[in-house]
């Protein structure tokens, strides 16, 4: 089995033992592949820099960072500077043959950069220029899979690279799932600090692709993207996403298991 793993980066700063334990064990019988965010990382080395984060809301309603070009040097000191080569450490730590890359390494993610981004400011548009996020337009599979093939585990950190080739930043899950299709996964688990998709204060266990669109409405924040790019991996050909805790003991194998989280089909 292949099995696509998203780690969010509320998760990276966290106590994730019993997830390391779950790697180690899942590598030994499948092929996986591991993309994380850094979220909270970027804002904290931009706050020590002095520069406040810029967080904007689209007019669909998503709220993302406007990543001009010095956040979009600081996003690549925590996404592949820290962030990635800690996580990669972790892993080699406990026996698990990690190799860190970056979506610019090898053009292993091509993106379109925006340049400029719509946002709404107390109900009014605004244009943001001299942005650098992007969107994807092709992963390098065979890379990947290379990787994978030779034993080893690739951890990536969501930075691409625009067709002009310069570094644009992405958004994680999303990247994950243009990764899960690339590498024709079939399963995508998106890792994250809450058990799964909660509406009115129940765990939601399983949603079918219809419900999903609909409760994307309904839901905000970090969790509101996730089911977003539950959808798009869905649509990529993906047949289960499941989005739980990364906290739990022996989360992704009882993800897999369907004993936790919320199962999107």
Not at 34 to 45: F, M
């Amino acid at each position: 089995m292949i099995i696509t793993i998203k780690i969010g980066g509320s998760l990276a700063d966290k106590e994730t033992g019993g997830l390391v334990e779950d790697v180690k064990k899942l590598i030994k019988e499948h092929k996986l592949v591991i993309v994380h965010g850094g979220g909270p990382q970027i804002n904290e080395i931009s706050r020590k820099l002095g520069k406040e984060p810029t967080i904007v809301k689209s007019p669909s309603g998503f709220k993302s960072r406007f990543t001009d070009k010095e956040t979009m040097d600081i996003t690549i000191m925590a996404m592949a500077g820290k962030v990635n080569k800690n996580i990669v450490a972790l892993l080699r730590k406990n026996q698990i043959p990690a190799i860190g890359l970056t979506g610019l390494d090898g053009r292993t993610i091509i993106a379109e950069r925006k340049d400029k981004i719509v946002a709404v400011e107390n109900g009014k548009k605004r244009i943001l220029r001299g942005d650098y996020s992007g969107k994807i337009k092709e992963v390098n599979g065979a890379l990947l899979k290379l990787i994978i093939d030779n034993g080893y585990l690739p951890v990536v950190a969501p930075i691409g690279i625009s067709l002009e080739n310069e570094p644009v930043n992405l958004d994680g899950d999303r990247a994950a799932a243009h990764i899960a299709k690339a590498v024709n996964a079939d399963v995508f688990v998106s890792l994250t600090d809450v058990p799964g998709l909660i509406i009115d204060g129940k765990l939601v266990r399983n949603i079918s692709r219809h419900e999903a669109e609909e409760v994307l409405e309904k839901v905000e924040g970090g969790m509101r993207k996730k089911i977003f790019a539950a959808l798009e991996a869905l649509s990529l050909g993906i047949k289960t996403v499941i989005i739980c805790s990364g906290l739990e003991k022996n989360p992704i194998s009882s993800a897999l298991e369907l004993k936790v989280g919320t199962i999107i089909k």
